[in-house]
């Protein structure tokens, strides 16, 4: 390389770093320049992103219950699935034993509140799980129930237990997940 060449890329190298340090490392954001009085063009602040991800998203189904915490009731295995509207954990004890088949899963909606929550046929009821709002609905023919609790403004968790008595099951599953949830903003 010719000096020249050198002086151009130390001077690239040197435009690049004041550029990027606009924003400290522990801030995100974009820069943007801001007009005072005293200066009138060179003053930059930080604001921040427009689109921060829900509470929600840090939430991993699968791990809000444990095989542990149903080893009372029977041996459980888990499996993680993904649609559009849900990250959801599907619990089945097996029949080993003697035992009855038993399902429930825990599905958490980043982008649903329970002011959302669909109609199984009973009614739609308000609940609460140590202090944490809830809605709990029920399907008056086969027993199936939604329990779904409140994350924040805008995303929630359901309890969906098949067969009868499923509310009562899915309100004792979500007092054993409730403690695990993040605190409501």
């Keep these: 390389m010719s000096p020249k060449s050198d002086v151009r890329m130390v001077m690239a190298g040197a435009v690049f770093l004041a550029a990027v340090s606009g924003c400290s490392a522990g801030e995100r954001g974009i820069a943007e320049p801001q007009v005072s009085a005293n200066n009138p063009s060179r003053e930059v602040t930080t604001s921040a992103p427009s689109s921060a991800a829900p509470i ?11 095989a542990e915490d149903l080893a009372h009731v029977g041996e459980f295995e888990s499996e993680y699935s993904e649609d559009g509207s849900a990250r959801s954990c599907y619990w089945q004890r097996s029949a080993v034993g003697g035992g009855d088949v038993f399902t429930f899963a825990l599905s958490v909606r980043d982008t649903q509140s329970i002011e959302t929550v669909k109609d199984n046929g009973g009614g739609l009821h308000a609940d ?55 605190e409501l903003p």
Aim: net charge negative; aromatic share 2%.
């Design 56 to 66: 929600s998203a840090s939430i991993e189904p699968c791990d809000l219950i444990s």
């Design 128 to 182: 609460e799980v140590n202090q944490r709002p809830a809605v709990a609905t029920e399907d008056p023919n086969l027993g199936d129930c939604t329990f779904a609790m409140k994350i924040d403004d805008s995303s929630r968790i359901d309890i969906t237990v098949t067969g009868e008595d499923g509310c009562e099951i899915a309100k004792e599953i979500a007092g054993m997940v409730e403690p695990r949830l993040p």
